[in-house]
């Protein structure tokens, strides 16, 4: 994965783009409470969604651990088409990890203080959720990560001085 500018290269996901996903996600999740309300009830937030996410995160991770294996330890190289499908992958899912961590949150902040039963019940599986969200993008940008090849790491440190 070597930023050279020439095409057929990827650039590693900037940090903005992935901040700019989970403010989005953040603002989303906070208005989904208000809006709810007025026209019935607000959602749910049941135990197995921050568990999907969770098992999502740890998918990602292995594979991270594998490719890194692979790639940096056994020096072996990756098939070109299986490089692009985990780079995609790595991609997208840390963008929309960003985005469903960033409207739990949201989603979570908006039930602080408010008088229902069930208010404490959703602030903590948002909680739950928001961290398994966090664990996704962090699993998918290590996934990113072991896709470079050796010489990626040297050619974007040169550039940068």
Not at 36 to 61: E, F, H, K, M
Request: aromatic share 8%; proline share 7%.
């Amino acid at each position: 994965m070597a930023d050279d500018g020439e095409p057929g290269t990827l650039r590693p996901t900037p940090p903005g783009l992935v901040l700019g996903w989970a403010t989005t996600g953040l603002v989303a999740g906070w208005f989904l409470h208000p809006l709810s309300d007025r026209w019935g009830n607000p959602p749910l937030v049941t135990w197995p969604q921050p568990l999907a996410l969770a098992l999502v995160a740890a998918i990602l991770g292995f594979t991270a651990w594998s490719t890194w294996r692979t790639v940096h330890v056994r020096r072996e190289p990756l098939d070109p088409h299986r490089a692009v499908n985990r780079l995609v992958l790595a991609r997208a899912c840390a963008l929309v990890g960003a985005l469903v961590g960033g409207g739990y949150l949201g989603y979570g902040l908006s039930w602080i203080g408010d008088p229902s039963e069930l208010a404490g019940q959703r602030i903590w599986r948002c909680g739950a959720a928001t961290v398994a969200g966090v664990l996704v993008v962090v699993a998918s940008l290590l996934l990113e990560r072991a896709c470079r090849v050796h010489g990626d790491d040297d050619e974007l440190r040169g550039r940068s001085q």
